[in-house]
């Protein structure tokens, strides 16, 4: 027959058990935080939210002759908004400044599954284009399609 454990044995094991179970509370806490865009305090893993966007602007419109200053995706109305700082001289200017409103920019979203979405940027305030002056853009792109961005690739197109 097996010797039974004394009551020290027991409570010693009861407390290992509880500190073991205590640990890997904290490990799935850690795990579920990061899986939602919030970084543990224990750790510098960061993971991506479920609705975390990635933008991607190409160079004419990141470094010259244009900086992005604010970018924005609002799911709720669709649109995606952009202030854009003049910082060198303008190649295609009279696409920036004339009567039209479209400008020579245009988005894709991208879903996770893949799906694109295109529009192009409608200016909304600014047509002057000497380094310093900002211009605020903004394309409609629907709700539904908002909801649904994982990836947002912003590019200058040449007309």
């Known amino acids: 027959m097996a010797k039974k454990p004394s009551l020290q044995e027991v409570e010693q094991r009861v407390q290992q058990l509880e500190q073991r179970y205590r640990d890997l509370l904290e490990r799935v806490e850690i795990m579920e935080s990061t899986t939602f865009g919030v970084v543990a305090e224990e750790t510098d ?49 009279n696409a920036w400044t004339g009567k039209q409103k479209e400008v020579p920019v245009t988005v894709t979203l991208r879903t996770a599954a893949g799906r694109e979405t295109h529009a192009t940027f409608q200016r909304q305030r600014g047509n002057r284009v000497d380094p310093g002056a ?18 947002v690739i912003v590019q200058h197109v040449s007309r």
């Open 134 to 151: 900002n211009i605020h853009v903004r394309a409609d792109i629907g709700v539904e399609q908002a909801a649904l961005a994982r990836q």
């Open 45 to 93: 893993l960061r993971v991506p939210g479920e609705d975390a966007v990635v933008w991607t602007f190409d160079d004419y419109l990141d470094k010259r002759p244009f900086k992005v200053l604010y970018k924005s995706l609002d799911r709720e109305d669709g649109q995606i908004e952009l202030l854009l700082q003049v910082t060198g001289a303008v190649p295609d200017a």
